[in-house]
């Protein structure tokens, strides 16, 4: 597949988003492709969020698919909690992961598509030897825990690696960024390679509930950037 051909994908993160208006809020982001959905402990970063009651409730009234990111500490001990209530992706951190390649593993025959993802110092060869079990792979651009973060422009060369993998071995992967994105930086993310994008503060700040002009501006720029 050329460059070109990519299908981008926008995906907004409900983590800035008005908990208490849960269905108007996903309403003005149904545009997206994704809904990206940050679980922390407390543990694998200091941030506490929502668990799988939360992500179920949100399941029912979401019109797009959930891509569930578990920055979680033993995320193979809640799994089949997760996929139960209705994550369509689930992504863990390499990090928490021992056995990564069976976890990912794990995910898929729990019927949902399996991610792996890396902290900006991890280095993209962690996933290297799992890519036959990997539906995604998220490539974190500011370090986890936090919504309104810089995105780390020391990433791309990991992404540029990572694509190079992908297409050099014709897979059907998607490579994903989460953090800092923004209009003027998802471009140079597109062009390193990354097709799935994940933005939180930039779609969902100022609340507003006409997001879907700023959900067509980062898909523009994305596809500018691979014409
Ligand atoms: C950060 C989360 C992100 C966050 C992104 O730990 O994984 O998904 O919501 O927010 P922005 O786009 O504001 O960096
Ligand atoms: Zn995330």
Not at 89 to 95: L, M, N, S
Not at 120 to 143: F, G, R, W, Y
Not at 147 to 153: C, K, L, T, V
Not at 160 to 165: A, L, M, Q, T, V
Request: hydrophobic letters at 45%; one cysteine or more; aromatic letters at 2%.
């Amino acid at each position: 597949m050329s460059q070109s051909e990519r299908e981008i994908k926008i995906a907004p993160s409900i983590l800035a988003c008005d908990f208490m208006n849960m269905e108007r809020e996903l309403r003005s982001i149904e545009t997206a492709d994704l809904i990206h959905v940050d679980v922390m402990d407390g543990r694998f970063v200091p941030n506490l969020t929502i668990g799988p009651p939360i992500v179920r409730q949100i399941k029912a009234i979401a019109t797009r698919p959930l891509d569930v990111h578990l920055m979680i500490e033993a995320p193979e001990r809640s799994l089949e909690q997760y996929v139960e209530a209705g994550a369509d992706i689930v992504g863990v951190h390499a990090e928490t992961c021992p056995h990564l390649h069976g976890t990912l593993g794990v995910i898929r025959r729990l019927g949902a598509r399996s991610c792996a993802v890396l902290n900006p110092s991890t280095p993209a060869e962690a996933i290297e030897h799992v890519l036959d079990e990997v539906d995604q792979i998220l490539v974190m651009t500011v370090n986890p825990g936090f919504g309104g973060q810089s995105f780390i422009e020391a990433m791309l060369p990991k992404i540029e690696r990572i694509r190079g993998w992908i297409d050099g071995r014709g897979l059907a992967i998607d490579l994903e960024v989460d953090g800092g994105i923004k209009e003027e930086n998802v471009g140079r993310a597109a062009a390193a390679g990354a097709n799935v994008c994940v933005a939180g503060t930039s779609v969902v700040e100022p609340p507003s509930l006409d997001r879907k002009p700023r959900i067509d501006a980062l898909r523009q720029a994305a596809r500018a950037a691979l014409a």
